[in-house]
């Protein structure tokens, strides 16, 4: 596999909103972001990935653009962002930047303008409808119809999110240009690349009526979709940056056509057959899913890992156990340090922080939840039964404040802050996990020490010894005459190995790692 810095990288997930308050707004911003770089670059990461702080009337979190070169007044000014990028480059961390080119705010002039018949009418999608509805029977992510009708325009307008999230018509030249002339504006400031929000969805297939509208697959990768990508990486240059892509609804074979060496797309991706179609672990499925993706990228593409999010609830609760939380967060961190591809830390992770469950369906601010919720109590189901189905994976799960410190707001913020902190906080935090040796933050930064010094990290081959095993997940990296082994009993007992070699433990999440019992939530690896 040919060597790259970005190969070698962590990246670090900053969900500004959530990060750190410095203004006392109750809202985290891009100046308390700065004010804990020294913390971040602690952590051993080479990336920071920075989620939207563009304007934006922030129905969804900053996904919903309104001025894609301004910044959110809740996350600071222009002046904050650039002197967050000079003092990160002062650390040696590069900084990436969502990139939301599907859909813009409704509140977005160009769909001011585009409403309004102007020169700018085919920058949206726009339809008649169809027998006195909607164009089409499609789903969109965040509400019942893609469709929403205009009464100013006497059309219905496509999007793939909620109705405040217009879609944008890459069709048009006009459209992609601009975008491109956008992210060149971000480069020439020194960013260092982007994170694309569901970017395989910009290509829009023919507005037809699908058999299934709950199977929504048909709103991604349709043909068309590599020419578009091809374009962007030429037109701004992304072969000297860092790119992510957001791909839903996609498979291996598919996944290396967006990140193929050969392809001049994008570097990596985030695929969802975990996060998206694995409610809990499921651990013979999590390997196939591990095996088929190596067999199809290596060693021409990297994929990305991770298992957690702004939209996906904590890996501790969610594939491993809060009753041995340090050791399950161990044990997750260690597999996605050394499983092969780029790993990602969600902020507050390294600290083994849980996600959170609110008692009320109005605690939950999120616009997919809300507009879900509201759905099916319309459909007439019962509230009780709604709001149970809903909270274990609900996504403001894991946008609740990072916990800093045992003071009020977990330190977070001197002010109310917009979501709840969690109430495990005097336990779980920053401050404590310093001063205790066997935290999982020192754990995570012998991971991020290891992976600079250990290529076979990141470009050795990948090896399942055991994959029809329930609990153990044994696989082997190999780099020429290196050879890791890596031992996890993902379960809360224990459970008798065979395949704890003699070679040397590098790393493991107990004090004692001899035996041949390994116990719940064990993590081992191997130098053979
Ligand atoms: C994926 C983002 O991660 C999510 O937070 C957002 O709601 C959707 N894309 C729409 O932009």
């Given at each position: 596999?040919?060597?790259?810095?970005?190969?070698?990288?962590?990246?670090?997930?900053?969900?500004?909103?959530?990060?750190?308050?410095?203004?006392?707004?109750?809202?985290?911003?891009?100046?308390?972001?700065?004010?804990?770089?020294d913390?971040?670059?602690?952590?051993?990461?080479?990336?920071?990935?920075?989620?939207?702080?563009?304007?934006?009337?922030?129905?969804?979190?900053?996904?919903?653009?309104?001025?894609?070169?301004?910044?959110?007044?809740k996350?600071?000014?222009?002046?904050?962002?650039?002197?967050?990028?000079?003092?990160?480059?002062?650390?040696?961390?590069?900084?990436?930047?969502?990139?939301?080119?599907?859909?813009?705010?409704?509140?977005?002039?160009?769909?001011?303008?585009?409403?309004?018949?102007?020169?700018?009418?085919?920058?949206?999608?726009?339809?008649?409808?169809?027998?006195?509805?909607?164009?089409?029977?499609?789903?969109?992510?965040?509400?019942?119809?893609?469709?929403?009708?205009?009464?100013?325009?006497?059309?219905?307008?496509?999007?793939?999110?909620?109705?405040?999230?217009?879609?944008?018509?890459?069709?048009?030249?006009?459209?992609?240009?601009?975008?491109?002339?956008?992210?060149?504006?971000?480069?020439?400031?020194?960013?260092?690349?982007?994170?694309?929000?569901?970017?395989?969805?910009?290509?829009?297939?023919e507005?037809?009526?699908?058999?299934?509208?709950?199977?929504?697959?048909?709103?991604?990768?349709?043909?068309?979709?590599?020419?578009?990508?091809?374009?962007?990486n030429?037109?701004?240059?992304?072969?000297?940056l860092?790119?992510?892509?957001?791909i839903?609804?996609?498979?291996?074979?598919?996944?290396?056509?967006?990140?193929?060496?050969?392809?001049?797309?994008?570097?990596?991706?985030?695929?969802?057959?975990?996060?998206?179609?694995?409610?809990?672990?499921?651990l013979?499925?999590?390997?196939?899913?591990?095996?088929?993706?190596?067999?199809?990228?290596?060693?021409?593409?990297?994929?990305?890992?991770?298992l957690?999010?702004?939209?996906?609830?904590?890996?501790?609760?969610?594939?491993?156990?809060?009753?041995?939380?340090?050791?399950?967060?161990?044990?997750?961190?260690?597999?996605?340090?050394?499983?092969?591809?780029i790993?990602?830390?969600?902020?507050?992770?390294?600290?083994?922080?849980?996600?959170?469950?609110?008692?009320?369906?109005?605690?939950?601010?999120?616009?997919?939840?809300?507009?879900?919720?509201?759905?099916?109590?319309e459909?007439?189901?019962?509230?009780?039964?709604?709001?149970?189905?809903?909270?274990?994976?609900?996504?403001?799960?894991?946008?609740?404040?990072?916990?800093?410190?045992?003071?009020?707001?977990?330190?977070?913020?001197?002010?109310?802050?917009?979501?709840?902190?969690?109430?495990?906080?005097?336990?779980?935090?920053?401050?404590?996990?310093?001063?205790?040796?066997?935290?999982v933050?020192?754990?995570?930064?012998?991971?991020?020490?290891?992976?600079?010094?250990?290529?076979?990290?990141?470009?050795?081959?990948y090896?399942?010894?055991?994959?029809?095993?329930?609990?153990?997940?044994?696989?082997?990296?190999?780099?020429?005459?290196?050879?890791?082994?890596?031992?996890?009993?993902?379960?809360?007992?224990?459970?008798?190995?065979?395949?704890?070699?003699?070679?040397?433990?590098?790393?493991?999440?107990?004090?004692?790692?001899?035996?041949?019992?390994?116990?719940?939530?064990?993590?081992?690896?191997?130098?053979?």
């Amino acid at each position: 596999m040919e060597v790259a810095w970005w190969k070698e990288a962590v990246v670090y997930q900053v969900y500004w909103r959530s990060f750190f308050d410095t203004d006392g707004d109750g809202y985290g911003d891009l100046r308390g972001v700065t004010q804990k770089l020294d913390y971040i670059a602690s952590l051993g990461v080479d990336v920071i990935w920075l989620n939207p702080c563009y304007a934006s009337p922030d129905v969804d979190n900053g996904y919903d653009i309104s001025d894609y070169r301004a910044v959110m007044p809740k996350a600071g000014t222009m002046e904050d962002l650039e002197q967050l990028f000079r003092e990160a480059q002062a650390r040696g961390l590069k900084v990436i930047m969502d990139l939301v080119v599907n859909h813009t705010s409704d509140r977005h002039a160009w769909f001011a303008d585009s409403k309004a018949n102007g020169a700018k009418r085919d920058w949206y999608i726009w339809r008649d409808g169809k027998e006195g509805g909607p164009p089409t029977n499609w789903r969109s992510y965040f509400a019942p119809s893609t469709w929403t009708w205009c009464e100013e325009r006497k059309q219905y307008y496509f999007h793939s999110f909620a109705k405040e999230q217009p879609d944008l018509n890459w069709e048009n030249p006009q459209v992609r240009e601009a975008i491109y002339a956008m992210m060149r504006f971000w480069v020439d400031k020194g960013i260092d690349g982007f994170r694309m929000d569901v970017i395989n969805l910009i290509k829009k297939r023919e507005f037809t009526d699908v058999a299934d509208p709950f199977e929504m697959s048909y709103l991604a990768n349709q043909p068309g979709i590599h020419d578009f990508l091809q374009e962007m990486n030429r037109e701004v240059g992304l072969d000297r940056l860092f790119t992510v892509g957001e791909i839903p609804f996609v498979g291996p074979e598919d996944g290396l056509l967006y990140v193929g060496e050969d392809r001049g797309e994008l570097h990596t991706l985030f695929h969802f057959e975990v996060a998206d179609d694995m409610t809990t672990m499921d651990l013979p499925r999590f390997k196939q899913i591990q095996q088929r993706w190596f067999d199809a990228l290596y060693p021409k593409g990297v994929a990305s890992q991770f298992l957690n999010n702004h939209d996906h609830t904590r890996q501790v609760t969610r594939f491993g156990s809060e009753k041995f939380r340090v050791e399950s967060a161990k044990l997750l961190g260690l597999m996605l340090h050394t499983l092969p591809g780029i790993p990602y830390i969600y902020q507050g992770e390294e600290i083994g922080m849980t996600g959170m469950r609110f008692d009320r369906a109005e605690d939950y601010p999120d616009v997919a939840f809300r507009n879900r919720y509201k759905e099916r109590i319309e459909n007439g189901e019962a509230p009780e039964m709604v709001l149970s189905s809903m909270q274990l994976l609900a996504r403001d799960n894991s946008r609740t404040p990072v916990q800093w410190d045992a003071s009020r707001n977990a330190g977070f913020s001197a002010g109310q802050p917009w979501i709840p902190v969690n109430p495990n906080y005097e336990e779980i935090n920053v401050e404590a996990a310093e001063d205790d040796a066997d935290s999982v933050l020192h754990f995570y930064r012998k991971l991020t020490a290891m992976r600079k010094e250990h290529p076979v990290m990141v470009y050795g081959t990948y090896r399942d010894l055991a994959p029809n095993d329930p609990y153990l997940y044994v696989y082997e990296r190999t780099l020429d005459d290196t050879t890791w082994r890596i031992v996890l009993n993902i379960r809360d007992e224990e459970t008798e190995s065979v395949h704890c070699p003699d070679g040397e433990c590098m790393i493991s999440n107990y004090p004692d790692s001899c035996a041949t019992i390994l116990q719940p939530y064990e993590a081992r690896l191997y130098m053979l």
